[in-house]
C-alpha cells in the first residue's frame, strides 16, 4: 500500500506511480513557466491586476504579431470551410484554443481568473467575438482571402471614431491622417463596384462593423481586467456560442483535418492574447492602423496556397496601408 507523501518521508511506490508523478509534476511546472512568460507580473495570489501606462510601441509590435496569426487562422478555416461545415470549423476551432488557453493560465492564475465584476461585459464581448469572426470565415469561404481581408479594413476608422466617442481618447491630426491614408488604400485595394457587393463582400463589412466595436469595447476593460482574464472570459464564450452551430452540420474528420483546424484554433487564440495585449498597452486609434497588415500576409498566403494573384490595385493600395502604419509607428517613437 503506497504511503502518503510528505516532505520528509520518501514514498514508498511502485515506479510506474512515481513515474507518473513525476511526468504530471513537470508538465504543471512547465505550464506554470510558460503561463508565466506569456502573463507577467501576475502570479498566484499576488494583488489584483493593474493597469499599466500606454506603450505605444510595444502595443503596436503585438498587434502585428496578432495580425499574422489572424492570417494563418483565417487560412486554415477557409481551406476548412471548403470540406466541413462552418459551424463545425467554428466550434472545434474555439474549443481547441479554449484548451491551450486554459493549460496556459490556469496553472498561473487558476480558476480565479475568472473573477470580474464587470461579467455582463465580458458575455457581450464574447458574443460579439463570436458573431465576428463566424462573419470571417463565411466571408472567405465565399471569395478570395486577400479581398474579404481588404474589405475589413475599414475596422480600424470604425474603432478609432468609436474610441474617439465612447472613450473621449485624443486622436491629433497624425492619427487623423493615417487612418484617412490607409482607409484611402482600401478603397483602392477593392476597387468598388458591381462585383464587389456580392454575398462575401457583405460577410466581410459585418465584421469590420462587429470588429471595430469590440476594439473600443476591449480598450474599456481594459481598465479593470488583466489580459488573461479577458482572454479566458472571450475564448469560454466563443466556444460556448459556436457548439450551437453545430445542428447546422457535423462531418467526422479524419486525423489530419482535425489537427488542422486544432491549429487553426491554437493560432487564433494566440492572435486573440496579442490583440488584447496590444490594445491595453495602446489606445485603440494608434494600434488599429496596423491591422492592415495582415492583408500582406493574406496576400501572401493566398498565392502560395490558392494560386490568387495579386492585382496591381491589391499591391498599390496595400503599398499605402503598410506606409500609413510605418509612418504612424515613427511618429509615435519620436513623441516618446
Not at 507518473?20 to 489584483?48: C, K, N, Q, V, W
Not at 470571417?136 to 465565399?142: I, P, Q, R
Not at 490594445?279 to 492602423?289: D, E, G, I, T
Request: aromatic share 10%.
Amino acid at each position: 500500500m503506497t504511503t502518503i507523501p510528505s516532505r520528509d518521508v520518501e514514498l514508498r511506490a511502485t515506479p510506474p506511480a512515481q513515474a507518473l508523478r513525476r511526468a504530471a509534476s513537470h508538465a504543471l511546472d512547465a505550464g506554470t513557466r510558460l503561463g508565466g512568460l506569456l502573463m507577467p507580473g501576475r502570479r498566484p495570489g499576488t494583488a489584483p491586476f493593474a493597469k499599466p501606462t500606454d506603450n505605444v510601441p510595444l502595443g503596436i509590435a503585438w498587434m502585428v504579431v496578432a495580425t499574422m496569426l489572424l492570417a494563418v487562422a483565417a487560412a486554415v478555416a477557409k481551406w476548412q470551410a471548403a470540406i466541413y461545415p462552418v459551424g463545425e470549423v467554428m466550434f472545434v476551432r474555439s474549443l481547441s484554443g479554449l484548451i491551450v488557453c486554459a493549460m496556459i493560465v490556469l496553472p498561473v492564475s487558476g480558476l480565479a481568473v475568472f473573477a470580474t465584476q464587470r461579467p455582463g461585459a465580458h458575455v457581450a464581448r464574447g458574443l460579439s467575438q463570436a458573431i465576428s469572426q463566424t462573419f470571417t470565415v463565411v466571408a472567405v469561404s465565399l471569395m478570395p482571402l486577400a479581398g474579404a481581408v481588404a474589405i475589413s479594413f475599414s475596422a480600424p476608422l470604425w474603432a478609432a471614431l468609436l474610441s474617439i466617442l465612447w472613450l473621449k481618447e485624443h486622436a491629433g491630426p497624425a492619427r487623423w491622417c493615417v487612418l484617412l491614408t490607409g482607409f484611402s488604400g482600401v478603397v483602392i485595394v477593392t476597387n468598388p463596384g458591381a462585383d464587389a457587393f456580392q454575398i462575401g463582400a457583405l460577410f466581410a463589412l459585418a465584421n469590420a462593423v462587429m470588429y471595430g466595436s469590440v476594439t473600443v469595447a476591449v480598450r474599456g476593460m481594459t481598465a479593470t481586467e488583466s489580459p488573461s482574464t479577458l482572454l479566458m472570459w472571450q475564448m469560454a464564450i466563443m466556444a460556448v456560442c459556436h457548439s450551437f452551430l453545430l445542428v447546422f452540420g457535423f462531418k467526422w474528420p479524419t486525423a489530419a483535418d482535425a489537427a488542422m483546424m486544432a491549429f487553426g484554433g491554437v493560432a487564433n487564440a494566440g492572435a486573440q492574447y496579442a490583440w488584447t495585449r496590444a490594445l491595453l498597452l495602446a489606445p485603440a486609434s494608434a494600434v488599429s492602423p496596423f491591422y492592415y497588415l495582415m492583408l500582406v500576409w493574406a496576400m501572401v498566403i493566398g498565392f502560395a496556397v490558392w494560386g490568387d494573384a495579386p492585382t496591381a490595385a491589391l499591391l498599390g493600395g496595400s503599398a499605402i496601408v503598410v506606409a500609413s502604419g510605418l509612418f504612424l509607428l515613427w511618429h509615435e517613437a519620436q513623441r516618446r
